[in-house]
Nanobody
Framework: QVQLVESGGGLVQAGGSLRLSCAAS????????MGWFRQAPGKEREFVTT????????YYADSVKGRFTISRDNAKNTVYLQMNSLKTEDTAVYYC????????????????WGQGTQVTVSS
C-alpha cells in the first residue's frame, strides 16, 4: 500500500498563491489515480480535483476551476496542487488521496489518505 504526506499549507492573503505537495512512499505513485479534497470548519469534506495515473486527464470542482491546477511527477512520487487567486472560502484542511483505477470525484472511491495540511486565506 501507499503512504501519503501533504505539505505546503500555510497562511496567505486573499489573491495569493500556494503550492501543496503530496509525497508518496511504499509504492510507486504511477499505480494510482490521485485526488485532492478539502474540509472547511463545520463542513463536509468536498472534492477539489483529480488526475489520472498518467497525468493526461484532470477534473476540477467548479469552485476552483481556472484557479487551481493539479499535476504529478511520477518519477518523484509526488502530486502537486497549485492554488492561485485564493479566496477566503478556500480556507480548509486539504487532503490528498490515492486509488487504484480510474480517477474519481467521490471520496469513498479512495483507499489511501494523507493526514492533511491546513490552508488559511485571510481577507
Amino acid at each position: 500500500q501507499v503512504q501519503l504526506v501533504e505539505s505546503g499549507g500555510g497562511l496567505v492573503q486573499a489573491g495569493g498563491s500556494l503550492r501543496l505537495s503530496c509525497a508518496a512512499s511504499g509504492r510507486t505513485l504511477s499505480s494510482y489515480a490521485m485526488g485532492w479534497f478539502r474540509q472547511a470548519p463545520g463542513k463536509e469534506r468536498e472534492f477539489v480535483t483529480t488526475i489520472t495515473r498518467s497525468g493526461v486527464s484532470t477534473y476540477y470542482a467548479d469552485s476552483v476551476k481556472g484557479r487551481f491546477t493539479i499535476s504529478r511527477d511520477n518519477a518523484k512520487n509526488t502530486v502537486y496542487l497549485q492554488m492561485n487567486s485564493l479566496k477566503t472560502e478556500d480556507t480548509a484542511v486539504y487532503y490528498c488521496a490515492a486509488r487504484i483505477g480510474q480517477y474519481s470525484t467521490f471520496e469513498w472511491d479512495y483507499s489511501y489518505w494523507g493526514q492533511g495540511t491546513q490552508v488559511t486565506v485571510s481577507s
